[in-house]
Structure formats: structure tokens, C-alpha cells
């Protein structure tokens, strides 16, 4: 009963080698395929390169350093005529649609700028800190204001033991 496991098992087995072995062969003409392709787009990217490489040394000319150049960056002082010489290519006109599209985006940047400040601005710890900073000037300016009333104070009884009366230029 045991005699037919191994011829089975010897079959399974070349009929695995087989798939193996033709799996492995359909890999190979794919890689052969794809390094084909490789290499004819390499033969074809040194072409484009070289030609490119033909033309640059025909068209380049030879680097001068060019040192009297003068570069301004305005125009002012100088004669129109000198400055439309210059500037004489003409300027092209914007298209409607596109000046209305920057037209709308400058607007819509300074709108949201605006509210961004706005809501920094009037967020509860601005104005808890702005309430602070009040407080404390409102604290400092009457204490200046008593030591300034305590000082004309002095000053004022120092007069009067002093035998002058204040007038009234004095007191104001």
C-alpha cells in the first residue's frame, strides 16, 4: 500500500520543478525586456545631451567680465528724454479679468489682516492688560498730582513764614 507514495511524491516534485523552472524563465525575458528598454532610453537621453552639448559651444560666446556697467535704481534727476531712452520697450496692457482677480485678493488680504487684528485686538487678554496699564497710569498720575499739591503746599507756607505774601500770578 506504502508503493505509490513515492512515485507520488517523486511526481509532485518534477511537477513543481517545472512550474519553478518556467516562472523563473517568465522572469527572465521580463528583466531582459525591461534592460532593453533601459538601454535604449540611455542611448537616447546621451543623444538629447549631446546635442544639447553642440549647441551651447556653438552659441555661447566667451565670458567678459563687463565692469563699467553703471546700475541705478531710480531715475530721478534725470531728463525724461533720458529716462524714456532707457525704458523704451512698451508695457502690456492688463488683462480686465485678471486686474478684478488682484484687485479682489488685495482686498480680501487686507479684509483678513483687518479682522485678525481686530480679533487680537479684542481678545480678553488685550483688554484685561489695557485695563491693567490704565489702572496703574490713573494710580501714578494722582500720585504725582499729591506729591506736586504737597510741594506748592510747602512752598506756600515757606512764603507766608517767610513775610511774602503769594500773589495771584504766584498761585496760578
Do not use: C, Y
Not at 5 to 27: D, E, K, M, T
Not at 48 to 69: F, G, M, N, S
Not at 84 to 104: C, I, K, M, T
Amino acid at each position: 500500500m506504502q508503493d505509490w507514495i513515492v512515485p507520488a511524491v517523486v511526481g509532485v516534485l518534477a511537477l513543481l520543478a517545472v512550474v519553478l523552472g518556467f516562472v523563473l524563465w517568465r522572469v527572465h525575458v521580463g528583466t531582459a525586456r525591461e534592460l532593453r528598454a533601459a538601454h535604449a532610453e540611455v542611448a537616447s537621453l546621451r543623444a538629447q545631451i549631446d546635442d544639447v552639448e553642440r549647441r551651447l559651444a556653438v552659441a555661447t560666446p566667451e565670458p567678459t567680465l563687463r565692469q563699467d556697467t553703471e546700475f541705478v535704481i531710480t531715475h530721478l534727476g534725470a531728463d525724461d528724454e533720458q529716462v524714456g531712452a532707457r525704458h523704451a520697450a512698451p508695457v502690456e496692457p492688463v488683462d480686465s479679468a485678471l486686474f478684478a482677480d488682484l484687485v479682489l485678493r488685495e482686498t480680501v488680504v487686507k479684509a483678513a489682516s483687518l479682522a485678525h487684528g481686530l480679533r487680537r485686538a479684542l481678545s480678553p487678554e488685550t483688554r484685561n492688560r489695557i485695563r491693567f496699564e490704565m489702572k496703574r497710569e490713573v494710580k501714578r498720575s494722582r500720585k504725582q498730582r499729591r506729591s506736586e499739591l504737597r510741594e506748592a503746599r510747602r512752598d506756600r507756607e515757606a512764603m507766608q513764614r517767610a513775610g511774602m505774601t503769594p500773589t495771584d500770578e504766584d498761585a496760578a
